[in-house]
């Protein structure tokens, strides 16, 4: 799984990242129909444009429960969850997300204030702040963390986030360093380590696509290549 994270092409990440909707089309056919697609347009595509549009960053408290109905549907679904965070009230979660969003690029600090609310952990507190701010942080998916080698086994703290978002940041650098588009971010970047990963748990079609194990292995042979993306996508 961490022959993706290992690439350092940024072709190869974009024709996975372009499968994104591919991938949760395939996921979603066998939770509820239609629900984790749309869970996932209102948080990817919704949701982001929501928080930047207010003069002070914040989430309401409906909007964090939904976040929390799109984690459950998007990987394992734990109701006891859901009904914590409902327990939180409309003013706690305005006035806590508001100053998160404040402390930012401190997200260790951010994550602490968010993971004060009932039923929200780093994981939780990191799709916030992945909503509002994709170019400083990533959501702490089980998926892309597997796919970052020294992370296992994955334990759901902010230390344990931390050390992921570092390493995300460190591959978002190099990509941009070599892609002339220059818009990576660490939430494009989990988006793609997610695709990525289900589409080989599922055995979709699309993996034969993309020869990532050898685009690494030749890379990490030739130091020359780090420096300037290949012209060529290479593929099976």
Not at 31 to 38: H, I
Not at 105 to 133: N, Q, W, Y
Request: one cysteine or more.
């Amino acid at each position: 799984m961490s022959d993706l994270f290992a690439c350092e092409e940024p072709a190869t990440w974009r024709r996975v990242y372009e499968k994104y909707w591919d991938v949760v089309e395939a996921k979603a056919k066998g939770k509820k129909p239609g629900k984790l697609l749309n869970l996932d347009k209102w948080y990817q595509e919704e949701l982001p444009k929501i928080i930047s549009s207010r003069p002070g960053k914040h989430i309401t408290m409906s909007e964090l429960v939904k976040l929390m109905e799109w984690k459950l549907t998007r990987g394992k679904f734990r109701p006891r969850l859901q009904q914590l965070v409902a327990s939180n009230s409309e003013e706690t979660v305005e006035k806590c997300s508001r100053k998160a969003f404040s402390l930012l690029p401190d997200v260790h600090a951010a994550i602490s204030e968010l993971s004060s609310l009932k039923g929200v952990g780093p994981a939780t507190a990191s799709a916030v702040l992945a909503a509002g701010a994709p170019e400083q942080t990533a959501f702490m998916s089980d998926e892309a963390m597997e796919s970052v080698p020294g992370l296992k086994p994955i334990q759901y703290t902010a230390k344990h986030y931390a050390l992921y978002l570092g390493k995300m940041l460190d591959q978002t650098e190099k990509l941009n360093k070599v892609d002339p588009q220059q818009d990576w971010t660490p939430h494009r970047l989990e988006l793609c380590l997610w695709t990525w990963t289900v589409a080989t748990q599922q055995q979709l079609a699309l993996v034969k696509d993309f020869d990532v194990k050898g685009d690494a292995a030749e890379k990490s042979s030739d130091p020359d290549t780090v420096q300037r993306p290949r012209k060529k996508l290479k593929t099976r």
